[in-house]
């Protein structure tokens, strides 16, 4: 499968050959779906907590006596019915981790890659670098790349400052580097643009 290859001013350079171990594979949409699943349920922290009727102050003695009062019975004051009382069945701090085998990262990797090449939405670019970090000057190549309105995910080689602080306050556009690349970030966008030594430090990393 080939890419168009592009520069800055929108001008075409020829293709590129994907490689067919990456983006010319069978999609797994239920890989998909777990791989979403871990990468979402790995970033929550877990920390959510509430009192129960045993944690909040207050109890020890009975409100008022069983009978005789014309009121309901009460048994003490920190029932989750009471104002100020504990919270029945709350959140408690619980980790929200899981974990994929190996392979099936790597497949859920390469059904996502497919996917986007499948729409035709893969871009190489041939270069990228900036003496300066400049934002007008990556959001008006993006316009002439046609990705302007659309959400872009930049794969980059390395972590190059002047590139990733001129692309950071573009609100349609995220970097990530080439061997950080995860199933979630693809499936995010609507185009993925590669840079040449991008492309080939995924060659490297994940091509076996």
Not at 142 to 157: A, I, P, Y
Request: hydrophobic residues 35%.
């Amino acid at each position: 499968m080939d890419a168009k290859i592009v520069a800055l001013d929108g001008s075409e350079k020829g293709t590129a050959a994907l490689p067919d171990d990456l983006f010319a594979q069978q999609v797994n949409e239920h890989l998909l779906w777990l791989s979403v699943k871990r990468h979402l349920g790995n970033q929550r922290q877990g920390t959510a907590k509430v009192k129960a009727r045993g944690e909040v102050s207050g109890g020890g003695r009975k409100p008022w006596r069983q009978k005789g009062t014309g009121r309901a019975r009460a048994g003490s004051n920190t029932s989750p019915l009471w104002p100020g009382g504990g919270r029945a069945f709350g959140p408690k701090p619980r980790d929200y981790r899981t974990e994929l085998p190996k392979s099936q990262r790597r497949r859920a990797l390469v059904a996502a890659l497919s996917l986007r090449a499948g729409e035709n939405a893969v871009t190489v670019l041939d270069q990228l670098s900036f003496e300066a970090p400049r934002t007008k000057h990556m959001a008006e190549a993006l316009e002439r790349l046609g990705l302007h309105h659309k959400r872009t995910l930049l794969v980059l080689d390395r972590a190059d400052t002047n590139v990733i602080k001129s692309c950071r306050n573009l609100p349609n556009l995220r970097t990530t580097l080439a061997h950080q690349v995860n199933p979630y970030d693809l499936l995010d966008c609507q185009a993925l643009l590669i840079t040449q030594a991008g492309l080939d430090r995924m060659k490297e990393v994940f091509v076996r």
